[in-house]
């Protein structure tokens, strides 16, 4: 075997519509290895792709209207023993135009209708590419028209009726056929699943007449489960023509979809570590039947099982455990969610604090998470080794907090039914005990009853790599108004400043709290390919507002800035990323975000879809900011950053990445400048 054979130089000859440039743009697998352009390119020489650039040149004088195009002739010379030159001869021909269009053989779409959707029209260049997209392959084509309303057998043949000069009328002639039923619809490869699982996603049923848009969306449907691959969902479509039926097979290939995420370490703050087991195919009604066991859980029913651990030794631990069913009761997509956390973090001790962090400038030294700390303002760092973590912390200084939450689901049908509305219903309490680090109260005990109320829609095509579709979000979270039921002056409470008044003050807490989130997916080249490039855009704004205004929450607030990865020093707040900043930047401590905006646009690009490994790379551009009050909210007045990362997926893991992102702007005198970001989990 020899080394592989390159391309040295390609030549075009005979060509004067086209530039030569233009020619070797059309040929998209045959490329020159010099040239700086085709960096990412193929540049080997391989006989087949050769072949089909030959014809995409023809399709590209086509798409122009020189429907007379030809190659005269080819060939491929040696240049070395390790390239060739590829000498290419056209003959262009002459430029086309439609003079005019007809229909025959309709039946089911009267003529001026379907001429509004073809959106071709007389004295038009002849763009034979632009016509089959019209008529074939585009979303909103006149098939997809016939392919929506039974018709399978529908098949449309363009004629050239008449070629004058340079002028040609087209017919477009129809064989319409009778409406297809589906009579079959079978699933293999699904072993993961009850079968009845899978088929309450489908749109298709036995019966029912054919419906493309049926067939699509439930492919999408499966796809959203997470628990087959998506890159291999092909339907098999075989129709029969005796009976005017259709067979539907639908080819599944499983691929494992519970994570487990395991931790273990030994830092100065002595174990830390995280256990946290998800299972996305459980079934809480075989929970007592030992045999339907399937490892250690019951699964087949697509519920979804959470259970967390996490420890920072004596300073942090927290624990959750989640329930979701997205079909409750089985017979609806309605869902059903519960949740329930407790965690407990321990203060710094004050001999600890004063000697080994300072202040500086108008700065608030504070020792976050495992012991780092900084001052805002003139940014001073300082630490005395003569002290160690064994006496960092205090046990008298402690905040705990806990929860539990009841959600309730249902999928619309209006406006359309990718819409969703969730009501969820959640208690939180929370104990402070001598700590120091929550300006608005050191001790006492807060409570909140908050009612969620949440608008969705998502019509993505797949929750791993997505190509198109979009996701929406418009929530409201409430507490009811406790101020205008207790019998206090909150004025004078929040002007004596004193534990005793805050305790009265903050026995519950009240707020509301709106937020907006989207995401669009929009498909570069081919949507259903295996390497489609996708635009991703990004717009969100959330904002935390009071009932009175001598009662602003302190819980619930957003912190801003870095991965949004959230950590033990986030009191309750909603970590927001925005990378080419710090974690906190736009609301470090001594500040509380409560209103926040956020931009971005993304290109995706994979690197590797698989059933066992998701790789995509990702570049960006991300604009946004944080305001300590709704009042000053500007969507406009944002700090920018870009930067590139990449994502993987394993299905014992889930999703993790690396970004690198720089910060164009000053945060509180400081440049954002270069950061390394880590990502673990998918965030909307």
């Given at each position: 075997?020899?080394?592989?054979?390159?391309?040295?130089?390609?030549?075009?000859?005979?060509?004067?519509?086209?530039?030569?440039?233009?020619?070797?743009?059309?040929?998209?697998?045959?490329?020159?290895?010099?040239?700086l352009l085709n960096l990412f390119k193929q540049?080997?020489?391989?006989?087949?792709?050769?072949?089909?650039?030959?014809?995409?040149?023809?399709?590209?004088?086509?798409?122009?209207?020189?429907?007379?195009?030809?190659?005269?002739?080819?060939?491929?010379?040696?240049?070395?023993?390790?390239?060739?030159?590829?000498?290419?001869?056209?003959?262009?021909?002459?430029?086309?135009?439609?003079?005019?269009?007809?229909?025959?053989?309709?039946?089911?779409?009267?003529?001026?209708?379907?001429?509004?959707?073809?959106?071709?029209?007389?004295?038009?260049?002849?763009?034979?590419?632009?016509?089959?997209?019209?008529?074939?392959?585009?979303?909103?084509?006149?098939?997809?028209?016939?392919?929506?309303?039974?018709?399978?057998?529908?098949?449309?043949?363009?004629?050239?009726?008449?070629?004058?000069?340079?002028?040609?009328?087209?017919?477009?002639?129809?064989?319409?056929?009778?409406?297809?039923?589906?009579?079959?619809?079978?699933?293999?490869?699904?072993?993961?699943?009850?079968?009845?699982?899978?088929?309450?996603?489908?749109?298709?049923?036995?019966?029912?007449?054919?419906?493309?848009?049926?067939?699509?969306?439930?492919?999408?449907?499966?796809?959203?489960?997470?628990?087959?691959?998506?890159?291999?969902?092909?339907?098999?479509?075989?129709?029969?023509?005796?009976?005017?039926?259709?067979?539907?097979?639908?080819?599944?290939?499983?691929?494992?979809?519970?994570?487990?995420?395991?931790?273990?370490?030994?830092?100065?703050?002595?174990?830390?570590?995280?256990?946290?087991?998800?299972?996305?195919?459980?079934?809480?009604?075989?929970?007592?039947?030992?045999?339907?066991?399937?490892?250690?859980?019951?699964?087949?029913?697509?519920?979804?099982?959470?259970?967390?651990?996490?420890?920072?030794?004596?300073?942090?631990?927290?624990?959750?455990?989640?329930?979701?069913?997205?079909?409750?009761?089985?017979?609806?997509?309605?869902?059903?969610?519960?949740?329930?956390?407790?965690?407990?973090?321990?203060?710094?001790?004050?001999?600890?604090?004063?000697?080994?962090?300072?202040?500086?400038?108008?700065?608030?030294?504070?020792?976050?998470?495992?012991?780092?700390?900084?001052?805002?303002?003139?940014?001073?760092?300082?630490?005395?080794?003569?002290?160690?973590?064994?006496?960092?912390?205090?046990?008298?200084?402690?905040?705990?907090?806990?929860?539990?939450?009841?959600?309730?689901?249902?999928?619309?049908?209006?406006?359309?039914?990718?819409?969703?509305?969730?009501?969820?219903?959640?208690?939180?309490?929370?104990?402070?005990?001598?700590?120091?680090?929550?300006?608005?109260?050191?001790?006492?005990?807060?409570?909140?009853?908050?009612?969620?109320?949440?608008?969705?829609?998502?019509?993505?095509?797949?929750?791993?790599?997505?190509?198109?579709?979009?996701?929406?979000?418009?929530?409201?979270?409430?507490?009811?108004?406790?101020?205008?039921?207790?019998?206090?002056?909150?004025?004078?409470?929040?002007?004596?400043?004193?534990?005793?008044?805050?305790?009265?003050?903050?026995?519950?807490?009240?707020?509301?709290?709106?937020?907006?989130?989207?995401?669009?997916?929009?498909?570069?080249?081919?949507?259903?390919?295996?390497?489609?490039?996708?635009?991703?855009?990004?717009?969100?704004?959330?904002?935390?507002?009071?009932?009175?205004?001598?009662?602003?929450?302190?819980?619930?607030?957003?912190?801003?800035?870095?991965?949004?990865?959230?950590?033990?020093?986030?009191?309750?707040?909603?970590?927001?990323?925005?990378?080419?900043?710090?974690?906190?930047?736009?609301?470090?401590?001594?500040?509380?975000?409560?209103?926040?905006?956020?931009?971005?646009?993304?290109?995706?690009?994979?690197?590797?879809?698989?059933?066992?490994?998701?790789?995509?790379?990702?570049?960006?551009?991300?604009?946004?900011?944080?305001?300590?009050?709704?009042?000053?909210?500007?969507?406009?007045?944002?700090?920018?950053?870009?930067?590139?990362?990449?994502?993987?997926?394993?299905?014992m893991v889930g999703l993790m990445g690396i970004?690198?992102?720089?910060?164009?702007?000053?945060?509180?005198?400081?440049?954002?400048?270069?950061?390394?970001?880590?990502?673990?989990?998918?965030?909307?």
């Amino acid at each position: 075997k020899h080394a592989k054979v390159k391309v040295h130089k390609i030549y075009i000859n005979g060509n004067q519509i086209l530039s030569d440039r233009a020619i070797k743009r059309a040929m998209k697998k045959t490329n020159e290895n010099g040239n700086l352009l085709n960096l990412f390119k193929q540049k080997k020489f391989v006989e087949s792709d050769y072949q089909d650039d030959l014809n995409r040149i023809l399709e590209k004088y086509n798409e122009l209207g020189y429907r007379d195009a030809k190659i005269l002739s080819d060939s491929v010379v040696p240049f070395d023993e390790k390239t060739v030159d590829v000498h290419i001869n056209v003959e262009e021909g002459q430029k086309y135009y439609i003079s005019d269009i007809s229909w025959v053989g309709n039946t089911v779409i009267e003529t001026d209708r379907l001429n509004r959707i073809l959106d071709i029209r007389p004295g038009e260049v002849y763009n034979q590419k632009l016509l089959e997209k019209r008529t074939q392959t585009d979303e909103d084509a006149v098939a997809n028209y016939y392919l929506n309303n039974g018709y399978l057998f529908y098949q449309l043949v363009p004629i050239e009726k008449n070629v004058r000069g340079d002028s040609i009328d087209l017919e477009l002639r129809m064989m319409e056929g009778p409406q297809a039923r589906i009579n079959r619809v079978e699933i293999n490869g699904n072993d993961r699943l009850y079968e009845k699982v899978v088929r309450r996603e489908l749109y298709i049923r036995p019966g029912e007449l054919f419906r493309k848009d049926d067939l699509v969306r439930s492919i999408r449907e499966i796809a959203q489960t997470g628990h087959f691959n998506p890159e291999n969902l092909n339907p098999d479509i075989r129709p029969n023509q005796e009976d005017g039926t259709v067979d539907i097979i639908l080819p599944l290939e499983s691929k494992a979809n519970d994570q487990i995420e395991f931790s273990l370490g030994w830092g100065q703050t002595g174990v830390i570590g995280k256990v946290a087991l998800k299972f996305t195919n459980f079934s809480i009604k075989n929970l007592f039947n030992p045999g339907s066991y399937k490892g250690i859980i019951p699964q087949g029913e697509g519920q979804t099982f959470t259970v967390s651990a996490q420890t920072n030794a004596r300073y942090y631990q927290q624990y959750a455990v989640s329930f979701l069913d997205p079909w409750f009761g089985g017979k609806r997509p309605n869902s059903l969610s519960v949740s329930a956390y407790f965690s407990r973090q321990t203060g710094v001790n004050d001999s600890y604090y004063n000697n080994n962090w300072y202040n500086s400038g108008y700065g608030y030294g504070y020792p976050y998470g495992y012991g780092y700390g900084y001052g805002y303002g003139n940014y001073g760092y300082g630490y005395d080794n003569q002290y160690s973590y064994e006496n960092a912390y205090d046990p008298n200084k402690v905040l705990q907090m806990a929860g539990v939450t009841l959600g309730f689901g249902k999928r619309l049908n209006w406006p359309d039914d990718y819409f969703s509305f969730t009501t969820e219903l959640s208690y939180q309490w929370y104990y402070l005990k001598n700590w120091d680090y929550l300006y608005y109260m050191n001790n006492g005990t807060s409570n909140s009853l908050v009612l969620g109320l949440t608008l969705a829609r998502n019509s993505i095509d797949s929750p791993l790599y997505t190509r198109r579709g979009s996701q929406f979000s418009l929530s409201l979270q409430m507490t009811p108004p406790a101020s205008l039921f207790g019998k206090h002056d909150w004025k004078q409470l929040s002007e004596e400043n004193t534990t005793e008044a805050k305790k009265k003050m903050y026995r519950w807490i009240e707020y509301w709290k709106l937020k907006f989130q989207s995401r669009t997916y929009t498909p570069l080249n081919n949507p259903t390919g295996k390497w489609t490039l996708v635009m991703m855009t990004r717009a969100d704004f959330g904002l935390l507002g009071s009932y009175n205004k001598y009662l602003k929450t302190p819980f619930e607030t957003f912190y801003v800035g870095g991965d949004g990865m959230s950590g033990s020093y986030s009191y309750a707040t909603e970590t927001v990323a925005l990378r080419g900043y710090d974690n906190g930047a736009l609301t470090p401590w001594g500040y509380d975000g409560y209103a926040y905006a956020r931009l971005g646009v993304e290109l995706h690009f994979p690197f590797m879809l698989q059933p066992t490994t998701t790789i995509y790379g990702l570049t960006f551009l991300e604009a946004g900011n944080a305001w300590t009050n709704v009042k000053d909210f500007s969507p406009f007045n944002l700090k920018r950053s870009a930067g590139a990362g990449v994502r993987i997926f394993l299905p014992m893991v889930g999703l993790m990445g690396i970004d690198w992102g720089y910060g164009f702007d000053k945060v509180f005198g400081r440049r954002g400048g270069s950061h390394f970001h880590f990502i673990l989990g998918q965030e909307f």
